[in-house]
């Protein structure tokens, strides 16, 4: 279907062109300017779409009515790593009400940078040029200008804003070929160096991960593959970043690394797995057997107390529930505990992700180590699996705020190939082969949408 031009005279965009250019003659270009006007309800996934500029953004938080999509970028950050993002610190400063920087930051900035994440940066931050944002009952388009733009870059990106694509439907065309990055007889070399690590008591916790690499005859439409995860992952936070049109993260997360709201702060310690199942007898006894796990409590605690510990310094009260609970997914379960915080006006957003990331859900205790048995054992770059991403900016308010999702359940679209990611917690007692079971299940939900479940689950 041809895309349909959502400019024409009386339509959203031009109306938005004509409010900024009332609003830009009182500007004094010295702070990010944002205008925005409510337009129908559409959805932000299927806009983005069918957008041509690059980058775009797509992100729906865990629970979220709303959700947001963005296209072209009024500026850019790149930083070497969450240390050393100065630059963002002092952007966040210059933020309007309402203006939300898209955030993603590779999973160890260290780490030597694949050929296929080159494009994605190590720690970036984008604010878009043009921004969609619908609860799918109303929806503002909003422009932003970078300081001392003029007002041209805005009204030729408005000019050139499309139609949303129609709905995702139909199968997927299926792989034509898979390759496991590590292969089996690797990944039982992995544990077993991991598990002589702990008896001599370098390491007490590492996460190790797997790569799972499609190819296929066509391009993979990394929007339409969201769509279909939307559908079948509830209760995840979903995102999608591509830097320049051609590769894509994509994530169906469960796991919040931090929301922050003016003062207040809730993460969560989320680590211990078991799979669901159809029939609720069987459930419940998955259910019982997760929590009364020693092994899967154990590689709970070690995240539960290092994001404590990481919080202490920075917050005036931190709150963790007494008991771990289950947090119940479509297809899984894992224990979760749910942790809060005050912090101090003098706390920002990016103090608390220096804090946090690597939580030992996706690392490891003590953090150092595990990082570099990680670096070491895995035959793949993380990229920005496993790293933060979401949003940081300023609520309506004005108040600070920031929504980040663990990049987890996630795959890399680049062209014709699909790498999908996830891993699992690997303490003293882990066995190779439920390992490798857990995190075969746990890339299932992109298989199923790919049609490929009876291949993977076998
Ligand atoms: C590292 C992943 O999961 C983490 C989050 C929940 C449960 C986990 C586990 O039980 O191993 C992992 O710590 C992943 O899915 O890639």
Same mark, same amino acid.
């Not at 932003?144 to 949303?164: D, F, I, K, R």
């Not at 220096?354 to 035959?379: F, S, W």
């Given at each position: 279907?041809?895309?349909?031009?959502?400019?024409? $005279?009386?339509?959203?965009?031009?109306?938005?062109?004509?409010?900024?250019?009332?609003?830009?003659?009182?500007?004094?270009?010295?702070?990010?300017?944002?205008?925005?006007?409510?337009?129908?309800?559409?959805?932000?996934?299927?806009?983005? $779409?069918?957008?041509?500029?690059?980058?775009? !953004?797509?992100?729906?938080?865990?629970?979220? &009515?709303?959700?947001?999509?963005?296209?072209?970028?009024?500026?850019?950050?790149? @930083?070497?790593?969450?240390?050393?993002?100065?630059?963002?610190?002092?952007?966040?400063?210059?933020?309007?009400?309402?203006?939300?920087?898209?955030?993603?930051?590779?999973?160890?900035?260290?780490?030597?940078?694949?050929?296929?994440?080159?494009?994605?940066?190590?720690?970036?931050?984008?604010?878009?040029?043009?921004?969609?944002?619908?609860?799918?009952?109303?929806?503002?388009?909003?422009?932003?200008?970078?300081?001392?733009?003029?007002?041209?870059?805005?009204?030729?990106?408005?000019?050139?804003?499309?139609?949303?694509?129609?709905?995702?439907?139909? =199968?997927? @065309?299926?792989?034509?070929?898979?390759?496991?990055?590590?292969?089996?007889?690797?990944?039982?070399?992995?544990?077993?160096?991991?598990?002589?690590?702990?008896?001599?008591?370098?390491?007490?916790?590492?996460?190790?991960?797997?790569?799972?690499?499609?190819?296929?005859?066509?391009?993979?439409?990394?929007?339409?593959?969201?769509?279909?995860? =939307?559908?079948?992952?509830?209760?995840?936070?979903?995102?999608?970043?591509?830097?320049?049109?051609?590769?894509?993260?994509?994530?169906?997360?469960?796991?919040?690394?931090?929301?922050?709201?003016?003062? =207040?702060?809730?993460?969560?310690?989320?680590?211990?797995?078991?799979?669901?199942?159809?029939?609720?007898? /069987?459930?419940? $006894?998955?259910?019982?057997?997760?929590?009364?796990?020693?092994?899967? +409590?154990?590689?709970?605690?070690?995240?539960? &107390?290092?994001?404590?510990? @990481?919080?202490?310094?920075?917050?005036?009260?931190?709150?963790?529930?007494?008991? $771990?609970?289950?947090?119940?997914?479509?297809?899984?379960? !894992?224990? !979760?505990?749910?942790?809060? /915080?005050?912090?101090?006006?003098?706390?920002?957003?990016?103090?608390?992700?220096?804090?946090?990331?690597?939580?030992?859900?996706?690392?490891?205790?003590?953090?150092?180590?595990?990082?570099?048995?990680? &670096?070491?054992?895995?035959?793949?770059?993380?990229?920005?699996?496993?790293?933060?991403?979401?949003?940081?900016?300023?609520?309506?308010?004005?108040?600070?705020?920031? &929504?980040?999702?663990?990049?987890?359940?996630?795959?890399?679209?680049?062209?014709?190939?699909?790498?999908?990611?996830?891993?699992?917690?690997?303490?003293?007692?882990?066995?190779?082969?439920?390992?490798?079971?857990?995190?075969?299940?746990?890339?299932?939900?992109?298989? +199923?949408?790919?049609?490929?479940?009876? +291949?993977?689950?076998?």
């Amino acid at each position: 279907m041809p895309a349909t031009p959502l400019a024409p $005279a009386s339509a959203p965009a031009l109306r938005l062109a004509k409010a900024l250019d009332r609003v830009v003659r009182g500007w004094s270009g010295r702070c990010v300017l944002r205008v925005e006007t409510p337009v129908d309800p559409v959805d932000p996934l299927r806009w983005v $779409a069918r957008q041509k500029g690059a980058p775009v !953004h797509y992100w729906r938080g865990r629970g979220d &009515d709303e959700a947001r999509a963005g296209v072209g970028a009024a500026l850019t950050i790149d @930083a070497r790593s969450l240390t050393d993002a100065d630059a963002v610190d002092d952007l966040m400063g210059s933020l309007p009400a309402g203006a939300r920087l898209f955030a993603t930051a590779r999973f160890d900035a260290a780490a030597e940078v694949g050929e296929e994440w080159a494009a994605f940066g190590a720690v970036r931050v984008v604010l878009p040029r043009v921004e969609l944002r619908s609860d799918g009952r109303t929806a503002r388009l909003a422009v932003h200008l970078a300081p001392g733009e003029s007002p041209t870059v805005a009204h030729a990106a408005l000019a050139a804003l499309c139609g949303p694509a129609p709905e995702a439907e139909g =199968e997927l @065309a299926l792989p034509y070929m898979r390759r496991d990055d590590p292969a089996r007889a690797e990944w039982d070399r992995m544990l077993r160096w991991s598990l002589a690590a702990f008896e001599d008591g370098d390491l007490e916790k590492v996460v190790l991960a797997r790569r799972a690499r499609f190819s296929f005859e066509e391009p993979v439409d990394a929007a339409g593959l969201l769509q279909r995860l =939307e559908a079948a992952t509830p209760r995840c936070y979903h995102a999608l970043t591509s830097p320049d049109g051609e590769s894509a993260f994509l994530t169906a997360t469960p796991e919040r690394l931090v929301r922050i709201d003016g003062r =207040e702060l809730s993460t969560e310690a989320v680590a211990g797995t078991r799979p669901r199942s159809e029939t609720d007898a /069987a459930d419940d $006894a998955l259910r019982a057997e997760l929590m009364a796990s020693e092994k899967d +409590r154990r590689e709970h605690v070690y995240v539960r &107390d290092a994001i404590a510990d @990481a919080l202490a310094p920075l917050a005036e009260r931190v709150e963790v529930d007494s008991e $771990a609970g289950a947090m119940t997914l479509a297809r899984g379960r !894992h224990l !979760h505990t749910g942790i809060r /915080a005050t912090l101090p006006a003098s706390t920002g957003v990016l103090d608390v992700l220096r804090a946090l990331h690597p939580t030992p859900a996706v690392g490891g205790t003590p953090t150092p180590e595990a990082l570099d048995a990680i &670096d070491r054992l895995e035959p793949f770059d993380r990229g920005l699996y496993a790293g933060p991403i979401g949003w940081i900016g300023r609520d309506e308010r004005g108040r600070e705020a920031a &929504d980040l999702a663990v990049g987890i359940r996630s795959g890399l679209v680049d062209g014709r190939t699909l790498s999908l990611y996830s891993g699992a917690g690997i303490v003293a007692g882990s066995d190779p082969a439920s390992e490798w079971a857990e995190i075969e299940h746990k890339i299932g939900d992109f298989a +199923r949408v790919l049609g490929l479940d009876a +291949r993977v689950e076998a």
